[in-house]
């Protein structure tokens, strides 16, 4: 059974920061390109940034560049998110998706869509509020 947990949420304030952790159990990352979604209330689920099987590859959604940063660990079937300077715009959930893709595969430009990943973790709470 696949599943993806995502933990690292929480209650910050505006300028700080968190580490999003999405980690896989019952699937290898190695062959699978991630994508962090986000939806806060009342808004529709939008793609925040993806890391695909290509070294270096990666997408941001242009209000979070320069600020998150996507990795991966695939040692510890893992990837991260950290994300700096928050806002209070960042406020969501925050859901990591998978989806298997092979070797060498770049996003792209806008991204892969929410309809092409494969699995979903539940999300977690990011609130940025003083």
């Known amino acids: 059974q696949v599943q993806l947990v995502e933990s690292g949420g929480g209650l910050v304030q505006p300028g700080g920061s968190l580490r999003l952790s999405c980690v896989a159990f019952g699937i290898t990352l190695d062959w699978h390109a991630i994508g962090w979604f986000r939806q806060a209330p009342g808004k529709e689920r939008e793609g925040v940034s993806c890391?695909?099987?290509?070294?270096?590859?990666?997408y941001y959604e242009d209000s979070v560049k320069g600020r998150f940063t996507i990795s991966r660990d695939n040692a510890k079937n893992t990837v991260y998110l950290q994300m700096n300077s928050l806002k209070p715009e960042d406020t969501a959930v925050y859901s990591c998706?998978?989806?298997?893709?092979?070797?060498?595969?770049?996003?792209?430009?806008?991204?892969?869509?929410?309809?092409?990943?494969?699995?979903w973790g539940r999300g977690t709470q990011v609130t940025v509020s003083s």
């Open positions: 890391i695909s099987t290509s070294e270096g590859s990666t």
């Open positions: 998706a998978a989806m298997d893709i092979g070797l060498h595969a770049t996003p792209p430009p806008g991204g892969y869509r929410p309809d092409q990943y494969d699995y």
